[in-house]
């Protein structure tokens, strides 16, 4: 099956510094991508809905000045925390579908705020 | 709004035993259904899916049946072997969205 590839798929940062991670389909070509959260024992919770080319669309609570999503190409999208707090230590999944086709995930990225 | 309702974990059973993960589901409208699994270390994979009423999906000797009428979409297995311990989740999609609601996950471990 198709390859979505995140990112670093670890990193760990201190309070108030930016990461960014990027999501990659490998052999197709994303026109629609969408970045999740998954805290602990709990379901994913959709962060916003990228489209190539356009601003990114977020779900309502998710500060989109905090949560900086780009969708440059049509195979790469990022998400930048910017100014990280520990409370935004949490497992970030992203996923990539082409034409509204079946939805691929990447295998998540662990982000740890000290 | 969509909501999905999946069975806590985490679930432990022996090699060869009898699965059935329950998930219920809100929406409107004729949602499809869908099962991820992920494996550790994995991203999630699509495991089966349902588009309409009474489908049954299957994949990997998993089956699960699209049930209006009480709008379940439970997860069963005859045999589980350990390479199926894994996170389960259960997800929708409403018609005509691309987003996918998800469920808690089922953490699964098989022992031998």
């Known amino acids: 099956g198709a390859v979505v590839s995140q990112h670093p798929s670890w990193v760990i940062c201190k309070s108030g510094t930016s990461v960014k991670i990027e999501c990659r389909s490998l052999d197709f070509q994303a026109t629609t991508m969408f970045w999740y959260r998954q805290f602990p024992k709990q379901s994913l919770m959709l962060m916003a809905t990228s489209n190539e080319g356009s601003k990114a669309t977020y779900e309502q609570g998710v500060e989109k000045d905090k949560f900086l999503i780009n969708h440059a190409s049509l195979t790469l999208s990022t998400l930048t925390v910017t100014s990280a707090h520990p409370e935004d230590s949490s497992f970030y999944i992203c996923?990539?579908?082409?034409?509204?086709?079946?939805?691929?995930f990447g295998e998540g990225s662990r982000l740890t705020v000290l | 709004g969509d909501s999905v309702t999946q069975m806590e974990g985490p679930v432990t059973l022996s090699e060869e035993a009898f699965l059935t993960i329950n998930c219920t589901y809100t929406?409107?409208?004729?949602?499809?259904l869908f099962w991820y699994v992920q494996y550790p270390g994995e991203g999630l994979q699509l495991l089966l899916k349902?588009?309409?009423?009474?489908d049954k999906g299957s994949n990997k000797g998993f089956e699960a049946t699209y049930r209006k009428e009480t709008t379940s979409f439970h997860l069963e297995k005859g045999s589980v072997q350990v390479s199926d311990s894994a996170v389960y989740f259960c997800?929708?999609?409403?018609?005509?969205?691309?987003?996918?609601?998800f469920g808690t996950g089922t953490r699964l471990t098989i022992i031998p």
């Open positions: 929406a409107t409208g004729y949602p499809s």
């Open positions: 997800a929708l999609r409403g018609f005509g969205n691309e987003k996918l609601t």
């Open positions: 349902a588009t309409k009423a009474d």
């Open positions: 996923s990539a579908s082409f034409s509204a086709g079946e939805l691929f």
